[in-house]
């Protein structure tokens, strides 16, 4: 796994992959440059229990990230799944605050501290967390939305683009956005909560701007 405290360095965008649940979906996204994988350890139709992720974990090189991520738990539960899924990264989401970002950092966890792009703007004020993700307004929805409307609000902030993006639009979103990178979970499914690996090589491929034989032409978000 990423060691906690530190940031792994990839060339080009700083892509996610979430709600993998799967050894052979892990092995797929490091393959075609995943900068970071997501095991969703809250109530979701992706959730796996943190045993399950510590058995992924355990095939991601130190080089890709490896991301818990929570919602409404308290930062106490939080922190007790993420050890136990052995991963060095803690995904926030739900209404938080400063204090429980510097709960985590101290505990020796990474953070990513997910925000809806209708969010007030102290909201999107540097809280200590190394990366912000901005989401929809509705998050989960799986729409697309227009990804420069946070272009000014996240200027000079380290952040992921999230919310409705699959193989085609990814990299206008990066475009429009300003974003670091890019963060995706049902644009790379072909029904809900089960991940296709070729969106997955499509996405990751697409974020980076390489259309080579690793990753199919894309024709529709379910490869239809």
């Known amino acids: 796994m990423s ?14 992959i979430c709600g993998l649940s799967t050894a052979a979906d ?20 992706r959730r796996i229990s943190p045993q399950r992720a510590a058995e992924l974990v355990a095939a991601v090189p130190e080089s890709v990230a490896s991301v818990a991520v929570v ?23 739900g209404q938080r605050t400063a204090a429980e970002v510097r709960q985590v950092r101290s505990a020796g966890f990474q953070v990513i501290r997910a925000v809806r ?4 703007p102290q909201v999107f004020e540097d809280w200590g967390e190394q990366l912000l993700l901005i989401d929809a307004a509705v998050p989960g929805s ?37 974003a670091a990178g890019a963060d995706v979970s ?7 909560g089960v991940k296709d ?24 978000p379910n490869g239809a």
């Open 3 to 16: 060691a906690p405290n530190e940031t792994p360095a990839v060339p080009g965008p700083w892509v996610k």
């Open 26 to 45: 892990v092995a797929v996204a490091i393959e075609h440059g995943a900068a970071a994988l997501g095991f969703v350890l809250t109530d979701s139709p």
């Open 71 to 93: 919602r409404h738990e308290d930062v106490d539960t939080a922190i007790d799944r993420a050890r136990a899924a052995g991963v060095g990264w803690i995904q926030l989401h």
């Open 117 to 120: 792009m209708d969010d007030p």
């Open 142 to 178: 799986g729409a697309a939305w227009d990804y420069s409307l946070v272009r000014e609000a996240a200027a000079g902030r380290r952040w992921l683009v999230a919310g409705g993006l699959d193989p085609r639009n990814v990299a206008a979103a990066l475009a429009a956005s300003g």
């Open 186 to 192: 049902s644009g790379v499914e072909s029904s809900r």
């Open 197 to 220: 690996p070729q969106l997955i090589a499509r996405f990751l491929h697409a974020a980076h701007g390489r259309h080579d034989a690793g990753a199919p032409a894309a024709d529709s």
